[in-house]
T-cell receptor, first 113, second 111 residues
Framework: GAVVSQHPSRVICKSGTSVKIECRSL??????MFWYRQFPKQSLMLMATSNEGSKATYEQGVEKDKFLINHASLTLSTLTVTSAHPEDSSFYIC?????????FGPGTRLTVL | SQQGEEDPQALSIQEGENATMNCSYK?????LQWYRQNSGRGLVHLIL?????REKHSGRLRVTLDTSKKSSSLLITASRAADTASYFCATDATNAGKSTFGDGTTLTVKP
């Protein structure tokens, strides 16, 4: 089956710093990747759709200047949380489309102190 | 608002029993998918059912889709303690280009 990896799996940072999360499709190419945020005991909330070679499409209410997305290649999308604050602490999950099924990464637990 | 809504929100059963979870959605879809998520982990894809399909099987899993009622069900037969997890449905709405997740059902299977 298709495999998607995320790195890092856990990150703890100080308030005001920036954190980059990588999402890679390991055995397939993905023109479209998705970034989700999940709070404890809640569902996944789509943050943005990442398209290779073009700007990401952000969902309503998601600050594009705070959550920078770069889909530089067909196997890599990155999410950078800029000037992180404690309220940004969450579980971030990416997925890659192949061809009509989304395959999810294992998630990244971000804790902002 | 979320496209899909699952019920029940929580389900607790004994090992060996069957578990049924339901998902309702609001708009027309291309397909519907079910995922499992163990606590603090990523999502595992279980089954994809297309809008022109009514039923699919995979091992102990059976998924049905009723597009007239805009609903789907996931049946897990002969449940095991290892099936304990949260289960989400995700709909790929027509012309949306993205999936929307329901609120999930938390299943607990007691040994």
């Amino acid at each position: 089956g298709a495999v998607v990896s995320q790195h890092p799996s856990r990150v703890i940072c100080k308030s005001g710093t920036s954190v980059k999360i990588e999402c890679r499709s390991l055995d397939f190419q993905a023109t479209t990747m998705f970034w989700y945020r999940q709070f404890p005991k809640q569902s996944l909330m789509l943050m943005a759709t990442s398209n290779e070679g073009s700007k990401a499409t952000y969902e309503q209410g998601v600050e594009k200047d705070k959550f920078l997305i770069n889909h530089a290649s067909l196997t890599l999308s990155t999410l950078t949380v800029t000037s992180a604050h404690p309220e940004d602490s969450s579980f971030y999950i990416c997925s890659a489309q192949h061809p009509d099924t989304q395959y999810f990464g294992p998630g990244t637990r971000l804790t902002v102190l | 608002s979320q496209q899909g809504e699952e019920d029940p929100q929580a389900l607790s059963i004994q090992e060996g029993e069957n578990a049924t979870m339901n998902c309702s959605y609001k708009t027309s879809i291309n397909n519907l998918q079910w995922y499992r998520q163990n606590s603090g982990r990523g999502l595992v894809h279980l089954i994809l059912i297309r809008s022109n399909e009514r039923e699919k099987h995979s091992g102990r899993l059976r998924v049905t889709l009723d597009t007239s009622k805009k609903s789907s069900s996931l049946l897990i037969t002969a449940s095991r303690a290892a099936d304990t997890a949260s289960y989400f449905c995700a709909t790929d709405a027509t012309n949306a280009g993205k999936s929307t997740f329901g609120d999930g059902t938390t299943l607990t299977v007691k040994p």
